[in-house]
Nanobody
């Protein structure tokens, strides 16, 4: 089983940037498709971004396309989410997730392992 620990959340202003990091341990991270999800109060957990095992392909929710970038380092066993031009609607708890898959999956139900989450708050 793989363990995930997120970091990098915080309180920022509209238009600011944040970089979230997910440290992966327990198994070879290159075996996993990795994803970032978020959950705002009163809302369901939603897909934000995903990356294939090699890092060769990335996928984004329409709401973050062009502003967020997911990346991975299979040597350092980390996954990152660079978030630029943040908006108040990006406020949520952000989760890193892993799944043994060959393709990126958008449903949180498909993911095998989750981090504890990190809070991102964008103030206007």
């Amino acid at each position: 089983q793989v363990q995930l620990v997120e970091s990098g959340g915080g309180l920022v202003q509209v238009g600011d940037s944040l970089r979230l990091s997910c440290a992966v341990s327990g198994r070879t991270v290159s075996s996993y498709v990795m994803g970032w999800f978020r959950q705002a109060p009163g809302k369901e957990r939603e897909f934000v971004a995903g990356i294939t095992r090699s890092g060769g392909s990335t996928y984004y929710a329409d709401s973050v396309k062009g502003r967020f970038t997911i990346s991975r380092d299979n040597v350092k066993n980390t996954v990152a989410l660079q978030m630029n031009r943040l908006r108040p609607e990006d406020t949520a708890v952000y989760y890193c997730a892993a799944v043994l898959s060959t393709v990126v999956l958008a449903s949180p139900r498909n993911y095998d392992a989750w981090g504890q989450g990190t809070q991102v708050t964008v103030s206007s």
